[in-house]
């Protein structure tokens, strides 16, 4: 008989499989990643300086959706991270509140806002995306509480969802830490290395020896990751949100109509910005916030002049080139950085992908495009 063993190469004698796994940064990837290694029976430690998910993703709008994501393989990122929280719902039942309503979004006459959204569909339809045009009739049965206004062309996205990031990352991170992560609260002011791997995490609290570390610090990650010899080099981009006081749960999906975006959370509190566009020095004053949710009330007349509870100003993490940088650098074997826009979809797949690599020693093809390599050498 043949020795099937004698045959197959044992990839875990070249690559084992770190015994303890430090995760910098509890945010949404920082615990999306530590929930994937604690349930391979890794042994995690995630740090964070000060509380889950208080920096950027407090700040977040939380659209789960592939919608304009290009070229194709940051696309079929995004679809996977999207489809990633479906697989979660399942894996921690009761854990997430999510909105699978789709989104819909429209303008009135002009006619480049028509032709955009237009392209919008052309280009993700031959990618299985389940996007279609809508015409006024259809916009009203999908949204019969909206004054949607006049009408000129518009979609909906069937399969993208929102949720509440805060709590989401909070429920990975108790789900990590059942499966035996443990959560430290510490600033990281170094990483200590012996030639070619990180060797200890050094905080103002202490160190601790790890066989390998993942920086997903957000803003933060560039920093720490220059310690290391990978360049991270980030756009500086700021979003301002409004959030209401409680209402009447009227909204069962997204809506992004010209100039807004506006959803509702689980506990009733409707949130809206700007159609995502940087807010640049534009401050997070009640004013900025009140005049946003004054915006949104006019498409909800049913809810009457929406209260502003409070507002968030929140810069982006987005790298200079807009795409994901995920993986190890080129000098150091054990140091991993995750860092990206859109983290809300993408913290499941990146989550999943850098579990089999961290623990597998497996390349995954799907982050081979955004390696941070592809900034080596470059003049930043």
């Known amino acids: 008989m043949l020795d099937a063993s004698a045959s197959t190469p044992d990839r875990h004698s070249t690559h084992p499989a770190p015994r303890h796994v430090t ?18 029976h890794a042994k995690v430690t995630l740090v964070e300086k ?24 940051y696309y079929r990122l995004n679809y996977d991270g999207l489809l990633g929280w479906y697989r979660l719902q399942q894996e921690l039942p009761d854990a997430f509140d999510i909105q699978w309503g789709g989104s819909v979004a429209w303008c009135s006459s002009d006619a480049d806002e028509i032709a955009a959204l237009a392209h919008t569909v052309r280009e993700h339809q031959p990618w299985g995306y389940p996007i279609h045009d ?29 949720l509440d990031p805060v709590a989401a990352t ?20 170094g990483l200590a290395t012996q030639q070619t791997r990180v060797t200890e995490v050094v905080t103002a609290h202490g160190q601790w020896a790890t066989d390998a570390v993942i920086i997903a610090a957000g803003n933060d990650t560039p920093a720490l990751a220059e310690q290391l010899g990978i360049a991270v080099p980030m756009l500086d981009s700021y979003g301002i949100l409004a959030h209401s006081t409680p209402v009447e749960k009227r909204l069962p999906r997204i809506l992004l109509p010209s100039g807004a975006d506006i959803k509702q959370n689980p506990d009733g509190r409707v949130v809206t910005g700007e159609n995502f566009g940087d807010s640049g020095a534009t401050p997070a004053t009640e004013a900025v916030g009140q005049a946003l949710l004054d915006k949104a009330s006019e498409f909800l007349p049913e ?24 993986g190890t650098g080129a000098d150091i074997d054990n140091a991993y950085v995750a860092v ?15 579990a089999i690599e961290v623990l597998d020693g497996i390349a995954t093809e799907q982050l ?5 390599t592809r900034f080596d050498g470059v003049e930043r």
Do not use: M
């Open 340 to 354: 990206t826009h859109s983290g809300i979809t993408l913290a499941p797949v990146i989550g999943q992908l850098l």
């Open 50 to 73: 000060h509380t889950p998910a208080q920096a950027t993703t407090r700040t977040s709008f939380a659209w789960l959706n592939a919608n304009s994501k290009t070229p194709y393989d």
């Open 303 to 326: 809810l009457g002049r929406l209260t502003l509870d409070f507002v968030t100003r929140g810069k982006r993490v987005l790298p200079v080139d807009e795409r994901p940088i995920i």
């Open 23 to 40: 995760v910098i940064g509890a945010g949404i990837i920082g615990a999306s990643i530590a929930y994937h290694l604690a349930r391979r």
């Open 170 to 189: 909070q429920a990975l991170v108790s789900a990590a830490c059942a499966y035996g992560a443990e959560l430290v609260q510490a600033d990281v002011t």
């Open 368 to 372: 081979a495009p955004f390696r941070p």
């Open 134 to 162: 809508i015409d006024a009739a259809e916009l009203q049965r999908l949204l019969p509480q909206v004054s949607t206004g006049e009408f000129g062309g518009g979609w909906h996205s069937s399969v993208d969802g929102t």
